[in-house]
């Protein structure tokens, strides 16, 4: 085995290795996308007294109610209004920050990998050509 060969080995394992990790990702994406429900942007009112949210869902015929954090009290740094996004189906339950913000780290990181996966593999066709 000389150089080359060793070169397209080394290529080939990674181009085989990218591809599975890119599958995994992708499957622990759609998990983790499936899990985490369905999340819906509002405007949230604090209240005056600053201890609690409220917001209207459905044209303002229902409305959600937390209570705040100390953590998401000093987030909110004396507003009394913010876009919020809250959980259906879970009264209560909301967040500050979009939710799949992560699930979509999960598919970059994906793409990247398949992205990798392609190059090695076009780059060890170059290698291999006589």
Known sequence: MDGNDMFSLALELASWFAFGACVVVAVIAVIVHVTSGTWR???GVV????AAIRWFIDGGEHSGHAELSREQRDWLNGRTEVEIFYRD???????????????RVLWYTALG???LGVAASVAQLFVMAP
């Open 47 to 50: 209240d005056d007294d600053g």
């Open 41 to 43: 942007s509002t405007n």
């Open 113 to 115: 990998l398949l992205v």
């Open 89 to 103: 189906g879970r009264p209560g339950t909301f967040r500050f920050e979009h939710p799949h913000s992560h699930v």
